[in-house]
């Protein structure tokens, strides 16, 4: 006879994802799926539905937090989450961005920055904006035993000096950023709002995983904000979104009904009370 308290090992727990998984999936043509995700419920129901990777984005600061770039989030406000996720994910690659500006000052910096995410997270690679220009830090980073997602193209953390959200054009710069990133020793190359044609000839020059966003349908993946996804935003949504739900009119909605409920005096009923 068990013991009350043995734990059901008659399931086995899902097979990790891992770069080397990605590779494989690039290799053998398939594809990619990719979400942002923040906290534990979230990160939870996404990992059982199957997504591979799970990205922790600074785009939190938008989504999460109400601001209008990604620029204001910290360090340390990105390992709270990260944490959160990182536990919550059994299948899932998690992923974390490098938020502003821990990727733009000294190499030692994005070092010591990339270090505590696999240090006080069970996270497993950070995603760095940048291309040729950060291929020093890329290298850095993974020469210190830390997975690095490159980030080319749109790059929101650049959105003051591009002055906008724009979508980017310059093909041979885009190539070379993903070259470089790749040459760097980057795993794979997440690459935001380029035309089509662009997005599958940069997947085209590297042999690394390509994520695309905005990028059409030949990257190797696909990501999304969640919240976009289904459709629990509060403002602009980007042309590149497929919204397949509508959570916002959902908790809208239900959060009348108890109100009303409350003023109709039927909440709480006998059932409801001890």
Request: glycine letters at 8%; one cysteine or more; aromatic letters at 4%.
């Amino acid at each position: 006879m068990s013991r009350p308290n043995t734990p059901d090992t008659s399931s086995t727990p899902p097979s990790r994802v891992t770069i080397r998984t990605l590779a494989k999936m690039r290799r053998d043509g398939e594809s990619i799926s990719m979400l942002t995700a923040y906290d534990f419920p979230m990160a939870q129901v996404l990992d059982e539905a199957g997504i591979d990777v799970l990205l922790v984005g600074d785009s939190l600061a938008m989504v999460v937090q109400g601001h209008s770039t990604t620029l204001p989030v910290t360090m340390d406000q990105m390992l709270y989450h990260a944490e959160m996720v990182g536990r919550a994910a059994k299948r899932a690659m998690v992923v974390v961005d490098l938020p502003f500006p821990e990727g733009q000052l000294s190499i030692r910096r994005s070092i010591a920055a990339s270090a505590r995410v696999l240090k006080e997270t069970q996270c497993h690679a950070i995603k760095l904006e940048g291309g040729a220009e950060a291929a020093k830090r890329i290298d850095a980073i993974v020469t210190a035993g830390i997975p690095v997602m490159a980030h080319v193209g749109l790059r929101p953390q650049n959105v003051h000096v591009d002055g906008g959200y724009r979508v980017q054009r310059n093909e041979q710069q885009l190539i070379a950023d993903a070259k470089a990133a790749e040459d760097a020793g980057a795993f794979a190359v997440l690459i935001e709002c380029v035309p089509s044609d662009i997005g599958k000839a940069i997947t085209d020059a590297v042999s690394v995983p390509t994520i695309g966003i905005g990028a059409g349908k030949n990257t190797t993946g696909q990501v999304l904000v969640t919240h976009d996804l289904i459709g629990f935003h509060s403002g602009y949504l980007p042309k590149f979104v497929r919204q397949t739900a509508n959570v916002r009119s959902v908790i809208r909605d239900a959060a009348a009904t108890y109100a009303d409920s409350i003023r109709r005096g039927e909440f709480p009923a006998d059932k409801e009370s001890f």
